[in-house]
C-alpha cells in the first residue's frame, strides 16, 4: 500500500523550530518528487518546498528560503523539513505529497495526513 505520513508538527514559540518527517511506505521516495505544502485556515494551499532526488533539485518558495531546509534519508525512506526562525504567518497544516516527476500539488499526487504547527507570537 502507499502511504506517506507527515508528522513532527506542534506548538512552538515565535523564532523556534520543528523538523517535519515524511515518512513513505510502498514505494521510494528516491524515485518521487517530494512537495511540501501548507494550508491556513481560510487560505490556498501553497507550496512550501520541493526536493527531486532522481534530478538531484530542491526548490523553496522564496518566503521560506533560508529558513526552511528540504532534505531525504533513502536509507530511511523519509524527507524531512527542517523549519528555523519560525513566524506566526507560519501557522498551518503541513502535508507532504510525491510526485513521479515534478512538485505541482496534483490532487492525483500521494499524500499523507497533514501535521499541524502552531507558532505563539
Known amino acids: 500500500e502507499v502511504q506517506l505520513q507527515a508528522s513532527g508538527g506542534g506548538l512552538v514559540q515565535a523564532g523556534g523550530s520543528l523538523r517535519l518527517s515524511c515518512a513513505a511506505s510502498?514505494?521510494?521516495?528516491?524515485?518521487?518528487?517530494i512537495g511540501w505544502f501548507r494550508q491556513a485556515p481560510g487560505k490556498e494551499r501553497e507550496g512550501v518546498s520541493c526536493?527531486?532526488?532522481?534530478?538531484?533539485?530542491?526548490y523553496y518558495k522564496d518566503s521560506m528560503r533560508g529558513r526552511f531546509t528540504v532534505s531525504s534519508d533513502n536509507a530511511k525512506n523519509t524527507v524531512y523539513l527542517q523549519m528555523n526562525s519560525l513566524k506566526p504567518e507560519d501557522a498551518a497544516v503541513y502535508y507532504c505529497?510525491?510526485?513521479?516527476?515534478?512538485?505541482?500539488?496534483?490532487?492525483?499526487?500521494?499524500w499523507g495526513q497533514g501535521t499541524q504547527v502552531t507558532v505563539s507570537s
Open positions: 526536493i527531486s532526488s532522481s534530478y538531484g533539485s530542491t
Open positions: 505529497a510525491a510526485e513521479r516527476y515534478f512538485c505541482t500539488g496534483s490532487t492525483s499526487a500521494y
Open positions: 510502498g514505494f521510494s521516495v528516491d524515485d518521487y518528487a
